[in-house]
């Protein structure tokens, strides 16, 4: 700011009299005073410092968490800029405001503004903030594409110009875009990158921002302990800088860690704390997340209408700010409010709008949850149809997900060993070239021997002997490096031993029917397309069986779900324990099983099948101690004799039998016949 020496005092006192005005004052009186002081200082300083003005104008709305008021004042700023760099100043400090308060198409009118004016006076620092700008509000628009390309065009500016604070600006923005794409991996490298040069630069440059950042994507790849560390480095931080802004987000993405750790208590006081210093900064989509957080805390205390309060509030800003991933999870978090309620078709409308925003927001951890909650609530109302089309909905995502889980752990695994390798390979440079620097001053001294008298010579022999000592010591530190490199090698080789386990174990659950630990059918189907492909096109004989149980509904209904899902378990047993080792056998949905008998007719297929079938009359007529009255219908059908000309005719032919069997009586094994037409079950 350009005030006259002599005219300071008058400013400092006008803006020491509006500031002076207690915070607790009713807003209007607070702005009276405020514009009151700044009408002294017009009249002191004249037409020369209102630009100076206005910006301390606005900083001071800014302080005081009045919006509003400070776009007005950075407005008049701009009105008032006598050069570009001025203009250029309250251009950006416009768009930041815009930013917090979630006014995006003004923010986005600003920025193009700002791009424009730095364009021509080549400034490459606000250029750089400018097209930053533009990548954050298509970021929280979900425009993710755009954003991405955004941050890329700010940290090829700023590395041109060399400004290293805006490269890591760019990186963290960067960064965040890369999380919310899925590429773990790349998101996690370039906010490291971000953190060391901010480490570099020293204090003031915000190591909070990409410590948060980091430890979000640690929290996203289910490693609670990695990302309650980093979230907390994130916190101190802020509190360090004294920057209220990076302490607020700090915390609230605490908060989400918290309750997905189920510490309750402490994630709706942490959400409220957050809350409080975005309310006086004035930052919606802050405000937002955090009502989220805090109703997620309340539901799972079952302070229904404590959480009822936030989750509305959470709806209109989500609808101000046309946010599809606030109005989506505010909507599954009504439903799990009602559904704790008792309210079960307010529930069920809620999870059904939740459905649309949540995916449009691709935010699949959430949409997997509202798929569970239709699924729950309909079969508990006795719509087994609609149920069982949600649940195989919640079954492909869960499959997903897990898949998607590993793949980021790996990612961010050998991220870490390739990080960690790169240092140690800096540090045996580092030795190396100490080492080569010591062995040039030895040669050098060496050379020096011999000239002059023999009293500098002896000094220059103990000088020898002395950086020949150093060197010695040198080495034996290298050998000592070496050998702490090697046990790190045997670390990371145990480590990966460990991944390979887990990921063994993720496939196995992704694979398996978690009920009757047979394979599920998304893999059992896929075992049945390469066997029939593979038949097919070799012309060998292949049989296939549908199993189905009788009587298993009024079992269930009468004697209670989870003594149905006992049966179903023991009846899994019995098949998998008279199936040919080797041969596929897997749940096809609800109480119907699949198999395949490689190389088998239909007259060697039924002696299988009767096997089964005798089987399960046999043993199944008593569990626990209570007689049920259970046997299976089996429908056979080989591919030769159906001429079946894809698996999903061969399937239904053995469907057609197997509905035969039940018509028939049920408890029997019914043979596929070419042509047959297909009937339902009387």
Do not use: C
């Amino acid at each position: 700011m350009n005030i006259p020496l002599r005219r300071l005092p008058l400013f400092v006192a006008a803006l020491l009299a509006a500031s002076a005005i207690p915070a607790a004052l009713a807003d209007s009186a607070l702005g009276r005073g405020i514009e009151h002081a700044l009408d002294l200082h017009r009249i002191a300083l004249g037409n020369s410092g209102r630009y100076t003005l206005e910006v301390a104008a606005a900083t001071l709305y800014s302080a005081t968490q009045d919006a509003v008021g400070a776009e007005r004042h950075w407005r008049d700023a701009l009105a008032a800029a006598k050069s570009p760099a001025q203009r250029m100043y309250a251009l950006q400090m416009l768009a930041e405001n815009q930013l917090v308060a979630g006014n995006y198409d003004a923010g986005i009118e600003t920025a193009q503004q700002l791009l424009k004016l730095s364009s021509t006076e080549q400034h490459a620092g606000y250029r750089a903030q400018a097209v930053g700008f533009l990548g954050r509000i298509a970021r929280r628009r979900g425009e993710l594409q755009e954003a991405y390309a955004f941050q890329q065009e700010s940290l090829r500016i700023a590395r041109a110009a060399n400004r290293p604070a805006d490269a890591a600006l760019a990186l963290v923005n960067i960064g965040t875009v890369l999380r919310d794409m899925g590429r773990y991996s790349e998101a996690m490298d370039v906010q490291l990158q971000a953190l060391d040069i901010r480490k570099q630069l020293g204090p003031g440059n915000r190591v909070d921002v990409p410590y948060r950042n980091i430890g979000l994507l640690y929290r996203e790849i289910e490693d609670t302990q990695s990302a309650r560390e980093y979230l907390e480095k994130a916190i101190a931080a802020a509190r360090e800088e004294f920057d209220p802004a990076a302490l607020s987000s700090a915390l609230g993405s605490y908060a989400t860690l918290l309750n997905d750790v189920g510490e309750a208590t402490l994630a709706l006081d942490t959400a409220r704390r957050a809350m409080d210093i975005d309310r006086r900064l004035g930052d919606r989509q802050g405000i937002a997340l955090e009502r989220l957080e805090a109703s997620r805390a309340l539901i799972a205390l079952k302070r229904w209408e404590e959480a009822e309060v936030e989750i509305d509030a959470a709806l209109r800003l989500g609808e101000s700010m046309r946010q599809a991933d606030v109005l989506g999870r505010a909507l599954l978090y009504r439903g799990d409010l009602h559904a704790g309620e008792g309210q079960l078709a307010a529930a069920e409308a809620a999870y059904g709008r939740s459905l649309d925003y949540l995916t449009r927001a691709k935010l699949k951890p959430q949409l997997h949850a509202a798929y569970k909650a239709m699924e729950e609530l309909l079969a508990a109302r006795g719509e087994v149809g609609q149920a069982l089309a949600y649940a195989r909905q919640r079954a492909s995502l869960r499959e997903e997900l897990l898949g998607v889980t590993a793949a980021r752990r790996l990612a961010v695994l050998e991220l870490k060993q390739d990080r960690e390798r790169a240092e140690r390979q800096v540090e045996m440079l580092r030795l190396d070239n100490s080492l080569k620097e010591l062995n040039l001053r030895t040669e050098t001294l060496r050379r020096r021997i011999g000239i002059g008298f023999i009293a500098m010579l002896v000094v220059l022999l103990g000088l020898v002997f002395w950086r020949w000592r150093e060197a010695h010591r040198t080495a034996k530190v290298l050998v000592r490096k070496n050998a702490e490199i090697s046990a790190q090698d045997e670390a990371l080789r145990a480590a990966n031993a460990r991944l390979t386990a887990q990921a063994n174990d993720l496939f196995r659950a992704a694979t398996t029917d978690p009920l009757t630990a047979l394979t599920n059918r998304g893999h059992v189907m896929q075992q049945m397309i390469e066997l029939f492909d593979r038949h097919k096109a070799q012309g060998a004989r292949l049989s296939l069986l549908l199993i189905d149980l009788d009587r298993f509904k009024p079992i269930n209904d009468s004697m209670g779900h989870q003594f149905g899902d006992r049966v179903l378990i023991a009846a899994a047993r019995v098949l998998r324990e008279e199936m040919r080792d080797g041969d596929p056998l897997g749940r096809y949905g609800g109480e119907e099983f699949i198999a395949a008998l490689p190389g088998a007719s239909s007259d060697e297929a039924l002696v299988t099948a009767e096997r089964l079938r005798l089987a399960m009359q046999r043993r199944m007529g008593m569990l626990e101690g209570q007689a049920i009255d259970l046997t299976a219908s089996i429908g056979l059908a080989e591919l030769h004799e159906t001429g079946a000309g894809s698996l999903s005719a061969l399937i239904a032919a053995a469907d057609d039998a197997l509905y035969r069997a039940k018509d028939l009586g049920r408890n029997r094994t019914e043979i596929a016949r070419s042509g047959s037409d297909r009937r339902k079950p009387t």
